[in-house]
């Protein structure tokens, strides 16, 4: 069972340059979520998705596009990389039928320098 | 706007000995889960509470809930070195924003 797979796992960027980081997801849950670990810190919520065309913003979604034309599949795209979206980034599923647990990715490390 | 906060967030603790980890959240919220986070590495669900009373337990690890003091715990019970990492607890409302504590960073000393 692969659960939630990420990719890339670690990436160096430019400042100024865009990037889409991958999210796929084999459990058919509805719920989606991406999510950014900064040092010594818990995750803070960037986007989510309740569905296939559905997203909305969380706590922290400036810098950050996502879209979600298929259940499987959350890509979160940075548009213009700035040294301050240097961080964890961690996807994660969830689904009623799944008890509400949440399922995280593996997490991609993110340099923008 | 839900705040979590946990305390205490550094934790060193001996073998066989006994904590709790206090999780305070600010506003109702629909869930509170915990997770278990090694260095390096992703986040493992350990427990989803959903109501008022709750109460999980799996192993060393016990989990509660009282929502009238917006107030989660997590006990430990006669630490091993196999507990140390960071445990996150988190609170979700409007059924999908989450938001996560700090986080304590748990050390189990022989």
């Known amino acids: 069972n692969a659960g939630v797979t990420q990719t890339p796992k670690f990436q160096v960027l430019k400042t100024g340059q865009s990037m889409t980081l991958q999210c796929a997801q084999d459990m058919n849950h509805e719920y989606m979520s991406w999510y950014r670990q900064d040092p010594g810190m818990g995750l803070r919520l960037i986007h989510y998705?309740?569905?296939?065309?559905?997203?909305d913003q969380g706590e922290v979604p400036n810098g950050y596009n996502v879209s979600r034309s298929t259940t499987e599949d959350f890509p979160l795209r940075l548009l213009s990389a700035a040294p301050s979206q240097t961080s964890v980034y961690f996807c994660?599923?969830?689904?009623?039928?799944?008890?509400?647990?949440?399922?995280f990715g593996e997490g991609s490390w993110l340099t923008v320098v | 706007e839900l705040k979590v906060e946990q305390n205490p967030l550094f934790l060193s603790m001996q073998e066989g000995k006994n904590y709790t980890i206090y999780c305070n959240y600010s506003?109702?919220?629909?869930?509170l889960y915990w997770y278990r986070q090694d260095p390096g590495k992703s986040l493992e669900s350990l427990f989803v509470l959903l109501s008022n009373g709750a109460v999980k337990q799996e192993g060393r690890l016990m989990a509660s809930l009282d929502t009238k003091a917006r107030l989660s715990t997590l006990h430990i019970t006669a630490a091993v070195h196999d507990l140390s990492a960071t445990y996150f607890c988190a609170a979700t409302y409007n059924n999908n924003d989450m938001r996560f504590g700090a986080g304590t960073r748990l050390t189990v000393k022989p």
């Open positions: 994660a599923s969830s689904s009623l039928s799944s008890g509400n647990t949440i399922y």
């Open positions: 998705s309740v569905g296939a065309g559905i997203t």
């Open positions: 506003t109702t919220s629909d869930r």
